[in-house]
């Protein structure tokens, strides 16, 4: 049997107050016409990366709104995720050959873990490469299944897309979280752009108190008296833990006392995390005020929070990126950010809001630098980056959008009229605060002037006969 999470219960009425009245306002009356769908979610792990925080929150959510959804987790040992691991990165680009016998390992786990699946489902949302080759095998038992993809593979390795295109080509819908991430031939009937979310009262995010905050930081080896920046990813190469302490370095120069914090989740999924790791160790033994923490050593959510709250600027200098959640996570706490301009990294940080988006450890350093002595203006970005966050990188946000692709998929089950959806980056709008376009005898709403911007570019690409394939119209 496939692994079942539990995530407890949890009451979108609890977000009142925090998340937007009228995105609140939508969901309960989209989620009305889905009361008693069975939706499965079906991903790699259970803890450790976006995917899975996301579902933890999500799961429990769509519960309460109605539905009857699961989250379950394929088995596999460590060659297959060996082999998923450099399928993910051949998929974002890396020069690496799916050996046959790679690809005969990914072909028996995932007979293996069809085999295990049991119970009905109106919707299987199977997330990654991890898992996606279970439904060529298991059928579709009378499930409508989405291909839920996290990665940026819009120039993906050849040998790799020609490995895993077959495979979604018996998927009903897949969702992407930026429309720039799409391949060109993808071969599936309905694509969605859906950008995630973070969930504002998750231990991650939830409000600390300062003095829980200051002790916590404290009792893993922080000094309070002292500046920090700190860094919160996977210990991964495309988001670039040493060039971060490249950076560091070179700002040491002008605050000889910052402490850097480099905090990343190992997760079962990514064996390669271990090497990183232990050259990111092999740095900072030779620096007292680097700090490396992992959730094998006792940091985790609330720690994170601590982390991210008091930190005097956070870093994400992202080389590639599906979509760099911490971002929002660290502007929730009103913490300015300097960050590369990567994936859904400017999405975030749109129209000059939250911080400051560089390319390289020069340009890295100096923002740093600029943050650190500007201090107004580091407490301006990190405010209008929060208001940016609890407009549109919210969970109830995230829950809209997907409760509109589930009524779209679901046969009997669609909404009319539907809400604002901007064309640029698929985000769902309880008001277009972007402005809106008209083109074609449509309004078109839009989350930012520079989603406005590029639909004035080329509106013929997010308005045209493609575009109708992702949720854009107005209600």
């Given at each position: ?6 995530v ?42 976006g ?143 859906i ?54 370095g ?12 480099l ?70 706490k ?28 020069e ?48 046969e ?29 005898g ?34």
């Amino acid at each position: 049997m496939l692994q079942t999470v539990d995530v407890g219960t949890r009451s979108l009425s609890a977000y009142r107050g925090i998340a937007p009245d009228a995105t609140l306002d939508q969901l309960a009356d989209a989620a009305s016409a889905l009361r008693g769908v069975r939706v499965l979610h079906l991903s790699a792990t259970p803890y450790g990366g976006g995917v899975a925080e996301l579902l933890r929150s999500l799961v429990p959510l769509l519960n309460d709104l109605g539905l009857d959804v699961d989250w379950k987790v394929i088995s596999g040992d460590k060659s297959f995720f060996g082999v998923t691991k450099q399928l993910h990165d051949a998929l974002q680009g890396a020069e690496i050959e799916i050996s046959e016998d790679e690809r005969a390992t990914y072909q028996a786990v995932s007979e293996t873990n069809a085999a295990e699946m049991s119970g009905k489902y109106d919707v299987v949302v199977v997330h990654d490469p991890q898992p996606a080759g279970v439904r060529p095998v298991h059928g579709s038992d009378g499930a409508r299944w989405i291909w839920r993809c996290h990665i940026d593979t819009a120039e993906p390795n050849a040998d790799a897309w020609d490995f895993l295109r077959p495979i979604l080509s018996d998927y009903d819908a897949a969702v992407y979280t930026m429309d720039a991430f799409l391949p060109p031939d993808l071969p599936v009937p309905l694509v969605e752009v859906i950008p995630p979310a973070i969930d504002p009262l998750s231990p991650k995010n939830l409000t600390l108190r300062l003095e829980t905050a200051r002790s916590v930081l404290s009792w893993i080896g922080i000094e309070l008296d002292q500046p920090l920046v700190t860094q919160i990813s996977r210990f991964d190469p495309w988001k670039d833990p040493l060039g971060v302490i490249e950076a560091y370095g070179l700002v040491r120069e002008r605050f000889p006392d910052l402490q850097l914090a480099l905090a990343g989740s190992m997760a079962l999924d990514d064996p390669d995390a271990w090497e990183i790791q232990a050259e990111i160790k092999k740095r900072s033994d030779e620096d007292p005020l680097i700090h490396v923490f992992t959730n094998l050593t006792g940091v985790g959510n609330v720690e994170v929070n601590a982390l991210q709250r008091l930190s005097q600027v956070c870093v994400q200098k992202s080389i590639r990126e599906g979509f760099g959640l911490v971002v929002s996570e660290a502007l929730w706490k009103r913490t300015p950010v300097v960050a590369g301009r990567a994936g859904g990294i400017p999405l975030q940080m749109a129209d000059g809001v939250g911080g400051v988006l560089v390319e390289s450890v020069e340009e890295c350093a100096d923002a740093v630098v600029e943050l650190l002595e500007d201090r107004e203006r580091a407490e301006a970005l990190g405010e209008a980056g929060h208001e940016r966050v609890r407009e549109h990188f919210l969970l109830s946000r995230l829950l809209l959008n997907e409760v509109e692709l589930l009524a779209t998929i679901t046969e009997g089950h669609r909404l009319d009229p539907r809400p604002w959806r901007d064309p640029v980056c698929g985000i769902a709008l309880a008001e277009p605060a972007g402005g809106r376009e008209e083109h074609d005898g449509t309004t078109w709403g839009f989350c930012s002037e520079r989603c406005r911007e590029r639909f004035r570019e080329s509106p013929d690409r997010f308005a045209g006969p493609q575009a109708s394939k992702t949720a854009t119209t107005s209600g």
